[in-house]
């Protein structure tokens, strides 16, 4: 309790520009009326104890909002203004171990607002790019329709097929009924009310039900359906309110969209920004260096791929070279052997269809891009015999009527 205390407070006074020194401005002192607080040259606000309270966790806030909870706030930031002052006047701030500790808080305030507001405002899409986001994935800001009804349930139809005449030739109330005769245990108590729902979703005292919502779906409001018949048995059902979907305004998601987006190229912006800075400066990374030492080069790794009898040994040796060396020469056929291995060797139609389509997308304008489309066109017809993929794209290319 103490600690969540010595926080808030610490983050009050830090935002609190407020706390003037009279020696400095006598324009910026506090007026006297609104004056809770001093420690020497320090001033306290009513205005700042206020802020310092709103910003303290809900079970704290209710006991220092009070009057005499906000005199004990006001006595124990005080004795923060004390405590610092005597730490001054003691010289720990010159302390090795302090002085390591107020380093290491400086810097990572530091680190932390220059990523912040230099390098990953960068990341921020455009307006443009916002609206365009937006407008292509309205299913992630539409609220769907949502329907409040109530229903009485039984397994026996006749009896319910008697309960709706009572409701609709007796002008008995609906609710009433529910009460009384519902073998719903989940919403008897309260005359069948099944709250608001989405259809498709879940319903209270329903559970997951497609045939129960397809039907009250297309219900009018303040009619009494049914008996219809769903999976535990059969509901008669009114419809009291039905809210329409909607999309919500691009304005209130906007932040959301953008910080949505920035998160998706936040890593390349910050790789591509400190490369440039790393210009300025004399860096070494010595792991990196000798990762790349021992690295094997793209045609290395083909190679190595090709003499392996391991069919996934030989998946993940092409795969580096998919991902690490996309731009290489040999980068489309090794995406194209992934496929080939899944096709051929593995007997996995499906992965194989992925990986071939990914090249196509990928490199399209590649030779094995055109081989790709025959595999994927032929994936249940024998493969034509080759001794190395320049033969298979010439048989392909022959068969192909090219």
């Known amino acids: 309790m103490r600690k969540t205390l010595v926080v808030a407070m610490a983050l009050v006074l830090s935002i609190a520009s407020g706390c003037t020194k009279k020696a400095e401005k006598v324009s910026d002192e506090v007026p006297a009326d609104k004056v809770v607080g ?3 040259d320090w001033q306290l606000s009513r205005d700042q104890l206020e802020e310092a309270v709103r910003r303290l966790p809900d079970e704290q806030r209710q006991k220092y909002s009070t009057p005499e909870g906000m005199a004990i706030l006001t006595q124990r930031m005080m004795q923060e203004q004390l405590a610092y002052r005597e730490a001054q006047r003691l010289g720990l701030a ?3 171990d302090i002085a390591k500790m107020i380093e290491s808080a400086t810097h990572d305030i530091l680190v932390s607002k220059y990523i912040e507001e230099v ?3 960068k990341a921020r899409p455009t307006d443009e790019e916002l609206h365009e986001y937006y407008d292509s994935h309205q299913d992630l800001y539409t609220q769907l329709e949502r329907l409040r009804g109530q229903h009485i349930f039984s397994k026996d139809k006749a009896k319910l097929e008697d309960l709706k005449r009572r409701v609709e030739e007796g002008g008995e109330k609906f609710t009433t009924l529910a009460h009384t005769y519902s073998e719903d245990p989940v919403t008897k108590a309260e005359g069948g009310d099944l709250g608001y729902f989405n259809p498709g979703g879940y319903i209270k005292g329903i559970g997951f039900s497609q045939t129960f919502s397809d039907q009250v779906s297309v219900m009018e409001p303040g009619k009494v359906y049914g008996p219809i018949k769903w999976e535990e048995g059969y509901s008669i059902v009114r419809i009291n309110d039905k809210v329409p979907a909607t999309v919500v305004p691009y304005e209130e998601v906007r932040e959301d969209i953008a910080k ?3 998160a998706d190229k936040l890593d390349q912006v910050r790789d591509a920004h400190f490369e440039t800075v790393a210009k300025n400066y004399k860096v070494r990374n010595v792991l990196k260096e000798k990762l790349d030492k021992n690295q094997r080069s793209p045609q290395e790794l083909f190679d190595f791929a090709q003499s392996s009898n391991d069919p996934q040994v ?4 092409f795969q580096q070279i998919v ?3 996309p731009q290489d020469k040999v980068a489309p056929e090794a995406m194209f ?3 080939f291995v899944y096709a051929e060797e593995l007997k996995d139609r499906n992965m194989a269809d992925r990986t071939f389509t990914a090249l196509m997308e990928k490199y399209p304008e590649s030779e094995m891009a055109k081989t790709a489309r025959w595999m994927v066109d032929n994936l249940d017809e024998p493969l034509p015999k080759f001794q190395d993929l320049d033969e298979l794209n010439k048989t392909i290319e022959k068969k192909s009527g090219g």
């Open 314 to 317: 030989r998946i993940n040796a």
């Open 337 to 339: 052997m992934i496929g």
């Open 94 to 96: 010159k302390r090795e």
């Open 260 to 262: 949505r987006m920035s």
């Open 38 to 40: 001093e420690v020497d």
């Open 119 to 121: 390098v990953d405002t």
């Open 323 to 325: 991902d690490r060396f």
